[in-house]
Structure formats: structure tokens, C-alpha cells
């Protein structure tokens, strides 16, 4: 890990805004910085706040949203929430699944993307929903979300 990285580290540990600073909060700011948890941020974390390596550890792999690798170049999520189960999830998840060449939820062998299932991403009216690195796009359909898949991995193999 470079120098930079353990400045972000630090800078996203030392410097929360809010009152009440605990281990939890403390891995949110990292994975908000740099978008995961790697050893020297729970070393960070646990000076911080006086905490062992040990606790710092039992709380983030107690959350199953924290990443212990490097992100991937994209995140794909799809919604899997009531409104969008009933709207067709259940095909877009395979479309995705297909695009990526998947057979669960995680990263693509090559490192590129991350296919994460989601509980709502807060557009149930536009169901079913999904989003590629944040952007949300909503009435999908299976084709919809291949091309989209496709799109944005070619995009980024064009530069
Ligand atoms: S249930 Fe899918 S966006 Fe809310």
C-alpha cells in the first residue's frame, strides 16, 4: 500500500465529523475513501480506537457489505426488492448473471465488475431497477441490462 492510500486511510479515521466515533463508523469512512478494508485500515481503526485487531475484525466481517479486496472498475447492482421481484428481477439478475458470466452475486473473474444484489435502490416505482457505478436506470428488461452490461465493459476496453 502506498503512501497515499495510508493518508486517505488516516484522513478518513481522524477525521469523522460526527460526535459519537465507534469501530463501525470508522470502517464506513474507510470504505467511503478508498471502497474497502484492507489490513492496514483495521490496524488504523483499532489504534483509533483503542480497540484490538481482533474487535476491529469481528465487527467488519460481521457486516457482509464490506469489501476486503480492491473495488472492481464497475458495480453492477440489481434490485432485488419487493417492487422489483414482482416487476421481473428474477430475469434481470440472470440477464446480468449471463453478461457477466456469473452464477452469483461477487466479481468477475478478470476483476473488471461486481455484480451485487440489492434490497432497494430506492426507485420501486421504476421497477425493475437497476444501477451500473451509481447510475440508476429504471423499467429494464433482460436485453436492457445485457446491453447495458456489455456497454459499459466496452467502453471502458476502448480506452
Ligand atoms: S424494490 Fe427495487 S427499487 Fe425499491
Do not use: K
Not at 444484489?117 to 416505482?125: D, H, K, R, V
Amino acid at each position: 500500500m502506498d503512501d497515499a492510500a495510508r493518508d486517505l486511510i488516516d484522513a478518513a479515521v481522524n477525521n469523522q465529523p460526527q460526535s459519537t466515533v465507534t469501530v463501525l463508523s470508522s470502517l464506513l469512512a474507510v470504505e467511503d475513501a478508498i471502497g474497502y478494508i484492507p489490513p492496514e485500515a483495521v490496524e488504523a481503526v483499532a489504534t483509533r480506537m483503542d480497540a484490538t485487531i481482533n474487535d476491529v475484525w469481528a465487527v467488519a466481517t460481521f457486516y457482509p457489505n464490506f469489501r476486503f479486496e480492491p473495488p472492481t472498475e464497475h458495480r453492477i447492482e440489481v434490485c432485488w426488492g419487493p417492487s422489483c421481484h414482482v416487476m421481473g428481477a428474477t430475469a434481470i439478475i440472470a440477464a446480468a448473471q449471463d453478461a457477466l458470466g456469473l452464477s452469483d452475486e461477487g466479481d468477475t473473474p478478470d476483476g473488471r465488475a461486481t455484480l451485487r444484489y440489492n434490497t432497494c435502490l430506492g426507485a420501486c416505482a421504476h421497477a425493475p431497477v437497476m444501477a451500473i457505478d451509481h447510475h440508476l436506470a429504471g423499467r429494464i428488461t433482460p436485453n436492457n441490462a445485457r446491453d447495458r452490461i456489455a456497454a459499459t465493459l466496452a467502453a471502458e476496453a476502448a480506452h
